[in-house]
């Protein structure tokens, strides 16, 4: 069992952090610092969001027009985290 929850924690946090990276390359690409027609930084751009697109579509429909301000990457870790959390605190009251 122990395995199995090491393996939900390792990929959660893989997940985590390639939320974080389409987030600050979203950025970088909005600001103009790296350019979307270089192929390697499309095909990388291209691989996160089809990654993290279908978990952060159902929270951007569900939350306000905040302007340019998207925090959907934000709710989406702190819900992991509580997911990852509750699991450890389910699992190891049932061991």
Known sequence: ???I???IDNII?????????SAV??????????????PIVSQIGEF?????EPALRPI??????LGGIDISPIILVLGLFFLRNLMFELFAGMA
Do not use: E
């Open 25 to 38: 390359l979203s950025w970088l690409v909005a600001f103009n610092v790296v350019n979307v027609r270089n």
């Open 5 to 7: 929850l090491w393996l």
């Open 48 to 52: 996160l969001f089809r990654v993290t």
């Open 13 to 21: 946090t893989l997940y985590v952090y390639l939320l974080i990276a």
């Open 1 to 3: 069992m122990r395995s």
């Open 60 to 65: 951007r429909r569900i939350l306000p027009n």
